[in-house]
């Protein structure tokens, strides 16, 4: 039997390095979670949310999913936003994708893929609606504009939400936004999308 024991070790000494830093750092966090900040983002293994942002545990609730997708139909998605929203009184929505997406990559080709393929639709419908852009571009700009296309349309999706929508209605003071991510460089880019209210999405679609 194979066992994972060096992670253990590993999380012996990362505790003990930050209780050596901070002695109440785990009681006082152990007593509330009270984050400004729901990150939907990609599962990746190289976008490590609060890493790339440098804040503790504590600070991000996140949910993450192949190619930051958030779509109505997805309730694992809706109800992590639900209670960020809701419960958490989170002030910041960030949809944040990366270039270099292996979903993308994916959608973007003709191959079959199995089960995910049917999540991959998603991203050949964001590909279906900027096909007049797309079409004008080859090769890595192409796929790097995908990139940003998508975290666009999966920000607007969430603006969209019912919970999103509601909180807006009732007066919560809730914005949107869109980054990408480079692995590259480890730099988070800001796509120019913030929404804080249905005035804000109007003024987008318009």
């Known amino acids: 039997m194979k066992n994972l024991s060096h992670l253990f070790e590993r999380n012996v000494k990362w505790a003990s390095d930050v209780k050596d830093k901070n002695p109440d750092f785990f009681t ?57 929203v809701e419960a958490l009184k989170v002030k910041h929505i960030v949809v944040c994708g990366h270039y270099g997406c292996g979903g993308i990559k994916a959608a973007m080709g003709n191959e079959e893929n199995g089960l995910i393929d049917n999540w991959l639709g998603h991203i050949k419908d964001v590909s279906r609606f900027h096909a007049e852009e797309l079409n004008q571009l080859e090769g890595d700009e192409k796929f790097n504009r995908l990139c940003e296309l998508n975290v666009l349309e999966q920000a607007a999706n969430v603006c969209n939400s019912t919970v999103v ?30 929404i804080s209210s249905p005035q804000d999405l109007e003024k987008l679609i318009s």
Do not use: M, T
């Open 28 to 84: 006082d966090l152990s007593k509330q979670q009270a984050p400004e900040y729901l990150w939907i983002g990609c599962s990746d293994s190289r976008v490590p949310a609060n890493q790339i942002v440098a804040l503790p545990p504590g600070e991000i609730f996140v949910h993450r999913n192949i190619a930051n997708v958030a779509v109505h139909s997805d309730l694992n998605c809706l109800s992590v936003i639900q209670y960020a």
């Open 165 to 194: 929508q509601s909180a807006w209605k009732n007066g919560v003071d809730l914005s949107v936004h869109a980054w990408i991510y480079s692995i590259e460089n480890g730099l988070l880019k800001d796509l120019s999308l913030s």
